[in-house]
Nanobody
Framework: QVQLAESGGNSVQAGGSLKLTCSVSQAISTYSRYCMAWFRQAPGKEREGVASIYPSGHEGYYADSVKGRFSISRDRAKDTLYLQMNSLKPEDTAMYYC???????????????????WGQGTQVTVSS
């Protein structure tokens, strides 16, 4: 099982930026084979996919609402996943989670059921 720990959440003004970090506590060689993704969940709403990335480091998918503003990346040497968030909007306010898909073949789809391991989340609050 992969242990994931998010950090970097904060309260910011609209238009600001944040960079979220997800640390993976498992051997680099194993981590590098997983699809990874960021999800978010606002109070009273379902969890939604934000961005995903393939084991190769190629970007997977972005939610339409964040395209052009958010960027996902990974650093294999540091066992770390990132989410750079720019031009933040109040509607981006949510708990953000990173997730890992440990299946041999992963497709980086933004479907929560595809991911077996989840972090505890980090809160992002954007005020107008």
């Amino acid at each position: 099982q992969v242990q994931l720990a998010e950090s970097g959440g904060n309260s910011v003004q609209a238009g600001g930026s944040l960079k979220l970090t997800c640390s993976v506590s498992q051997a680099i060689s194993t981590y590098s084979r997983y699809c990874m993704a960021w999800f978010r969940q606002a109070p009273g709403k379902e969890r939604e996919g934000v961005a995903s990335i393939y084991p190769s480091g190629h970007e997977g998918y972005y939610a339409d609402s964040v395209k052009g503003r958010f960027s996902i990346s990974r650093d294999r040497a540091k066992d770390t996943l990132y989410l750079q968030m720019n031009s933040l909007k109040p509607e981006d306010t949510a708990m953000y989670y990173c997730a890992a898909d440990r299946r041999r073949l992963c497709y980086a789809a933004l479907i929560p059921l595809n991911y077996q391991d989840w972090g505890q989340g980090t809160q992002v609050t954007v005020s107008s």
